[in-house]
Each structure stands twice: as structure tokens, then as C-alpha cells.
């Protein structure tokens, strides 16, 4: 089994920034890719960045220039920079492993920005 903890979710004023982090621990895995979703009160969840085992990086419309997806092979670590925050950016965020074996998620962290 591999575990996902997130981090680094909290308030912050519009245009603030905050970096999450997401760090894989458990059972050996070959990495194929990493995203980063959001789900706000009463919408579905949606997909906000990706990176694959290659670092290559896609974003959302709403997010791109803003948030910045990377990853620290040595630390099972992807982080999400994101920068310039507004209100609707206001959600829950979750992080998925695409792994070899299976997909798991993490628990969630949550990031409040205040208008």
C-alpha cells in the first residue's frame, strides 16, 4: 500500500500565495504521473495540474501563469505552487498517484482565500 499526505493548505488573503505539498510513502511504486485536483462546496471535483513521470506539466485553464506543478524525485514529493490566488480558487485539493500497480488519493487539504 502507498499513503498520500498533503500539506500545506490554510487561509490566505486574495493574491496571496501558498505551496501544497503531496509526499508518497509506503510500498515500492514506479511513478507515471501526479495530479492535483479541487473540489469546491457543492461542485464536482476538477483536475488542476498534472505532472508525468517525464515532468511534464498541464494546467487547467483557470490556473495557468498562476499555479506551478513540480516534483522532488528524491522526497516522493510533488508540490503545487500557487501564486496570485482569488476566491474561486477557494476548495478542498486532493492529490492522486498514478502509480504501475493502482491510483490512490490522498486525504485532502484544505485552502481557503479570503476577498
Known amino acids: 500500500q502507498v499513503q498520500l499526505v498533503e500539506s500545506g493548505g490554510g487561509l490566505v488573503q486574495a493574491g496571496g500565495s501558498l505551496r501544497l505539498s503531496c509526499t508518497a510513502s509506503?510500498?515500492?511504486?514506479?511513478?507515471?504521473?501526479m495530479g492535483w485536483y479541487r473540489q469546491a462546496p457543492g461542485m464536482q471535483r476538477e483536475l488542476v495540474a498534472t505532472?508525468?513521470?517525464?515532468?511534464?506539466?498541464t494546467y487547467t485553464d483557470s490556473v495557468k501563469g498562476r499555479f506551478t506543478i513540480s516534483r522532488d524525485n528524491a522526497k516522493n514529493t510533488v508540490y503545487l505552487q500557487m501564486n496570485s490566488l482569488k476566491a474561486e480558487d477557494t476548495a478542498v485539493y486532493y492529490c492522486?498517484?498514478?502509480?504501475?500497480?493502482?491510483?490512490?488519493w490522498g486525504k485532502g487539504t484544505l485552502v481557503t482565500v479570503s476577498s
Open positions: 509506503g510500498s515500492a511504486f514506479i511513478f507515471r504521473a
Open positions: 492522486k498517484l498514478v502509480t504501475n500497480l493502482m491510483n490512490y
Open positions: 505532472i508525468t513521470s517525464g515532468a511534464t506539466p
